[in-house]
């Protein structure tokens, strides 16, 4: 089966640095390939997504302070988050899709394959 395997999440004082590392499995190393953040009961949000190819689309809410790669030779994608903010607060997944960041992204829709998650504290 393919897996997604995040690690790095911990925690952290505001203002801080944090860099998530997600390894993916050759069966679910996608083209659409993004960073997605689930605060307490709500739905996870997207942060980030890198397709391939390379494009990238950063979510307003972090950008300048979030940044994503990836390695296709070693099937990893990374998040940098910098300044983080307590509400920057809870587990950060990482989501692969076969179909276009473009579209997965306007449209809101659910990536298809999920790893189990990162937990991220940052304290005032």
């Known amino acids: 089966q393919g897996q997604l395997v995040e690690s790095g999440g911990g925690s952290v004082q505001a203002g801080g640095s944090l860099r998530l590392a997600c390894s993916a499995s050759e069966s679910t190393y996608r083209s659409c390939m993004g960073w997605f953040h689930k605060d307490s009961d709500k739905e996870p949000v997207w942060l980030a997504t890198?397709?391939?190819?390379?494009?990238?689309i950063i979510a307003d809410s972090v950008k300048g302070r979030f940044t994503i790669s990836r390695d296709k030779r070693k099937n990893t994608l990374d998040l940098q988050m910098n300044n983080l903010k307590p509400e920057d607060t809870g587990m950060y997944y990482c989501a692969a899709d076969e179909r276009a960041c473009t579209w997965l992204t306007s449209s809101n829709s659910r990536f298809r394959y999920w790893g189990q998650g990162t937990q991220v504290t940052v304290s005032s």
């Open positions: 890198m397709e391939n190819h390379g494009e990238v």
